[in-house]
């Protein structure tokens, strides 16, 4: 029995398994939330869009 599927959701890409806890200022939570409207995503995938353009630098 050690076939048996794993009762919940489904992991969707690769898990996040590290929690990110992090203070900004009024002006940086202001341009993520703009960006965030504006794209239609989570303040949590607009944080690792931002991480994934550092990447490239």
Known sequence: MSDKKKVGRPVAGTPKTVKLTVRVDEEAISI??????REKVSRADG??????TLKDK
């Open 32 to 37: 993520l939330d703009s960006y965030c409207e």
């Open 47 to 52: 944080v690792r869009v931002g991480i994934k």
